[in-house]
Each structure stands twice: as structure tokens, then as C-alpha cells.
């Protein structure tokens, strides 16, 4: 039986989703995709998903990131809440 956590966002959080929504449709379900995986393996366990522990973030500021498709999602937990700190759009000129 997996553990099911509790997802839950900051109001940081839901200002950069909203901004990023209304020039981006594709973040919706994009979104969706990572509300299911964070709600069952925010820890990555499985080994399937693309999630980073960051170095160098202190608990609070988003130690963690999941990529999804050009977006990034930064997030804490704590016991079996989640709490998604910020939404953010890579740059296509980061990797050249």
C-alpha cells in the first residue's frame, strides 16, 4: 500500500502559477501530472520521475524540484504534507 500525502501550496506558489497559466495552457495539465506524483512519491523512491534534492536550500525555500516538460515546480515537506513553494518557466537559451 503507498502512503498518500497531502499536497498544499503557498500563496507564492499560486501567484507564479497564475501568472504562468495565462501564457502557457500547457501548465494545466502539466500541473495535474505533478499533484498525482507529488501526492504519492514526493520523494522519488520509485526512481521514475525527475526530481532533484537541491544543494544549498534550506528547509522552506523549496529543497526539492520536479521538472515538468519546461516548467519547475520547488517544494518542502513535512510528515505527509507537501507544500509547493514556486512554479517557474525554464529558459530556452539556459542549456546553450
Avoid: W
Amino acid at each position: 500500500m503507498t502512503s498518500r500525502f497531502v499536497v498544499r501550496t503557498t500563496s507564492a506558489f499560486d501567484r507564479s502559477l497564475r501568472k504562468l497559466s495565462s501564457r502557457h495552457t500547457e501548465l494545466a495539465d502539466l500541473y495535474a501530472d505533478v499533484l498525482i506524483i507529488l501526492a504519492t512519491d514526493p520523494y522519488n523512491r520509485s526512481g521514475t520521475h525527475s526530481v532533484k534534492k537541491l544543494v544549498d536550500v534550506r528547509q522552506g525555500y523549496g529543497q526539492y524540484r520536479i521538472r515538468a516538460g519546461r516548467f519547475r515546480f520547488r517544494y518542502d515537506f513535512e510528515d505527509q504534507i507537501v507544500y509547493l513553494k514556486f512554479c517557474s518557466l525554464r529558459s530556452e537559451g539556459t542549456y546553450r
